[in-house]
């Protein structure tokens, strides 16, 4: 299996453009999650989906994100517009089931200038 | 509120000490309970899991962790450090009576000194 798949792998774009990331989870996983990870906040959890619903999205910080998750195979994650406090590595990750471990993408380092 | 307490968020150890990196749940339900590595530039990667079998769990690269109920802990250690354990470990607690995402610890970083 490739594991978790997400893209790019780096962006770099300007405040107020529209970003959008994109994950691949693992077939046959049934949650997927995203992430965001900064050194002033840590990994915070921004929104999760269950069988391709969302669960959660208390962690999505304002309406300029948003996610979707079509099918079992693809998810995004979304900023628009972006601005500089969103810079941050973005990480999706998916799990089998709440006894099983996630497994994490390699994430996307998100810089907004 | 169900969480998770990683005591100390940087520890340092010399190449072939003992690894010690602590880590504790409040919970008033069995856990789940999994120890991740972050190395630089990389996503997170499970390291072990305890899921209510055995409470001395083995994982990668070394490490083990042992489930203590008294203490609600899940110290995770590894006999002799290599430089290549250098990374941040995070901790993280997930439960059948929540919706199925796990809390993580805020991360201790190591540090391996030759």
């Known amino acids: 299996d490739a594991g978790v798949i997400q893209s790019p792998r780096h962006e770099v774009t300007e405040m107020g453009q529209e970003v959008t990331l994109r994950c691949k989870p693992i077939s046959g996983h049934d949650y997927l999650f995203w992430y965001r990870q900064t050194m002033m906040r840590g990994l915070e959890l921004l929104i999760y989906?269950?069988?391709?619903?969302?669960?959660?999205d208390s962690g999505m910080p304002e309406d300029r994100f948003s996610a979707k998750m079509p099918n079992a195979s693809f998810s995004t994650l979304k900023i628009q517009p972006s601005e500089p406090r969103d810079s941050a590595v973005y990480f999706c990750?998916?799990?089998?089931?709440?006894?099983?471990?996630?497994?994490f993408g390699s994430g996307t380092r998100l810089t907004v200038v | 509120a169900q969480s998770v307490t990683q005591l100390g968020s940087h520890v340092s150890v010399s190449e072939g000490a003992l690894v010690l990196l602590r880590c504790n749940y409040s919970s008033s339900v069995p856990p789940y309970l999994f120890w991740y590595v972050q190395y630089p530039n990389q996503g997170l990667q499970l390291l072990l899991k305890y899921t209510s079998a055995a409470t001395l769990v083995k994982g990668i690269n070394g490490f083990e962790a042992e489930f203590k109920k008294s203490e609600t802990s899940f110290h995770l250690t590894k006999p002799s450090a290599h430089m290549s354990d250098a990374a941040e470990y995070f901790c993280a607690v997930s439960y059948n009576t929540n919706a199925g995402k796990s809390t993580f610890g805020d991360g201790t970083t190591l540090t391996v000194k030759p």
């Open positions: 990750a998916s799990r089998a089931g709440r006894a099983y471990g996630y497994t």
């Open positions: 989906f269950n069988n391709n619903v969302p669960i959660d």
